[in-house]
């Protein structure tokens, strides 16, 4: 396919961005410099350009003389950074809640039934942007850079493994039910509710992600 110029290195991003969270590069996959210049028509100055957005994002690695990686997260990683967002998270609810108007649970009100449109149609990448959408106006009602900062830091290196744990099975029914429970502490303007019910989500997520590599790899040695 032929992109235009108009802020291209930020399309090849967008367009690889996309490419991983469909699967269509999996964790530890090199991504190929010639073969991807030839695959989209451009020179390798935008191609490396969005490969320096992507890595700066935290979804590929780049190694010196050898190029860049789709990034891995170990399971000690995972184990040590969904306790921290899960606080994190937690009390960006509790302070949304004090702060939220009547029209920003509205707005939360629309978005809570598009995700669960997106659930029951089972459209994974829709349900993970709309979620993805929610979070960030939680985080953005809590009004708090500091939280909002380190959230940020941490879901660079989460991104890929928030999405794959929509995978296991009964994740994505469960995922919506904790939604709707985060969602109904907001609508009660109860804020240790909130924060109770965001950090179980995102405990859950943490579960979901263990549960699938055990999945996996029994498939292996099967």
Not at 44 to 67: C, N
Not at 97 to 113: F, G, I, P
Not at 153 to 179: F, M, T, V, W, Y
Request: aromatic share 4%.
């Amino acid at each position: 396919m032929r992109l235009v110029h108009n802020s291209l290195h930020q399309e090849v991003a967008d367009s690889l961005r996309a490419q991983i969270f469909e699967g269509k590069w999996v964790p530890g996959a090199f991504l190929d410099e010639p073969a991807l210049c030839e695959l989209l028509k451009i020179s390798r100055t935008p191609l490396r350009e969005a490969l320096k957005v992507l890595t700066a994002e935290g979804l590929l690695r780049h190694e010196p003389r050898r190029g860049c990686f789709v990034n891995e997260v170990s399971e000690k990683d995972l184990d040590e950074i969904f306790p921290v967002i899960a606080l994190l998270e937690g009390r960006c609810a509790f302070e949304a809640v004090r702060n939220a108007t009547d029209s920003d649970l509205a707005m939360l009100e629309r978005l809570h039934e598009q995700l669960r449109l997106h659930a029951q149609a089972g459209r994974l990448n829709a349900y993970y942007a709309t979620n993805h959408t929610i979070h960030e106006a939680i985080i953005t009602l809590a009004n708090n850079r500091w939280l909002a900062q380190s959230i940020g830091d941490l879901r660079k290196i989460l991104k890929l493994a928030r999405l794959q744990q929509l995978h296991a099975p009964g994740r994505l029914a469960q995922s919506l039910s904790e939604h709707l429970a985060i969602h109904a502490a907001l609508k009660a303007r109860d804020a240790d509710a909130a924060d109770a019910a965001m950090r179980i989500h995102l405990a859950r997520q943490r579960e979901a992600l263990r549960e699938l590599a055990a999945h996996r790899k029994s498939r292996l040695l099967a």
